[in-house]
């Protein structure tokens, strides 16, 4: 069974500059997450959808951050304008909806 | 303010004897808690998972062990491997199991020393 693909793996980008990440869940898996993963910190949920339904995105920076999630299969997250602070890991999940999700390994922003 | 809490950032432990990782939890409402394992430039790995309903999941050498009333869990693995080098994220849920998001732990970085 092929794993959760994103890409990029790595992006440099200069504050106020736009960049979207890419995320294919596991085929099947109806529930997709996308984490931020600060250095030192653990991962916090942005945005979860089920199929193609927003479920929860309570930490959302919906200022500048947006995602979508298409046909209920790929989804994109997107930050626009890019802060310094946004400089982490963005790392999509999916899941079957057991508790249990299954991470891809992520996309590695610097925000210069 | 965190609701899953990892006190211990970092973790010694010499190949083959135990390794015990805990965690605390402060939402009452948290049913549902895993451990992720984290190398570097790869995403978090799911190892064992237990429900609020138990107190103990065993698979192989990872057991992990929940006690309720003092909303703490801990994981132990026996005996610890080289392989085993990592970061250890603690994670909870209050969705019963299901498709809730995870709320994590900053995590411990257990070193195994040969």
């Known amino acids: 069974e092929a794993g959760v693909a994103q890409s990029p793996r790595y992006k440099i980008i200069e504050k106020r500059q736009s960049v979207a990440f890419w995320c294919n869940p596991i085929?099947?898996?109806?529930?997709l997450y996308w984490y931020q993963q600060i250095l030192g910190q653990g991962p916090k949920l942005l945005i979860q959808?089920?199929?193609?339904?927003?479920?929860?995105d309570s930490q959302l920076p919906k200022d500048r951050f947006s995602a979508e999630r298409l046909k209920g299969v790929d989804s994109t997250l997107k930050i626009q304008p890019a802060k310094l602070e946004d400089s982490a890991v963005y790392l999509c999940?999916?899941?079957?909806?057991?508790?249990?999700?299954?991470f891809g390994s992520g996309t590695q922003l610097s925000v210069l | 303010d965190q609701q899953v809490k990892q006190n211990s950032p970092s973790l010694s432990v010499q190949e083959g004897r135990i390794s015990i990782l805990n965690c605390d939890y402060t939402?009452?409402?948290?049913?549902?808690f895993l451990w992720y394992k984290k190398y570097p430039a790869e995403g978090p790995t799911f190892l064992i998972s237990?429900?609020?309903?138990?107190d103990k999941n065993e698979d192989g050498r990872f057991t992990v062990f929940l006690n309720k009333s003092a909303k703490h869990l801990s994981l132990h693995i026996v005996p610890s491997q080289p392989g085993d080098s990592a970061v250890y994220f603690c994670?909870?849920?209050?969705?019963?199991?299901?498709?809730?998001?995870?709320?994590f732990g900053k995590g411990t970085h257990l070193i195994i020393q040969p």
């Open positions: 085929s099947g898996h109806a529930t």
């Open positions: 994670a909870a849920s209050d969705g019963g199991g299901g498709a809730d998001g995870l709320t």
């Open positions: 939402n009452s409402m948290f049913d549902y």
């Open positions: 237990i429900s609020s309903i138990k």
């Open positions: 999940a999916s899941s079957r909806g057991q508790g249990k999700l299954f």
């Open positions: 959808f089920q199929n193609n339904g927003v479920v929860d």
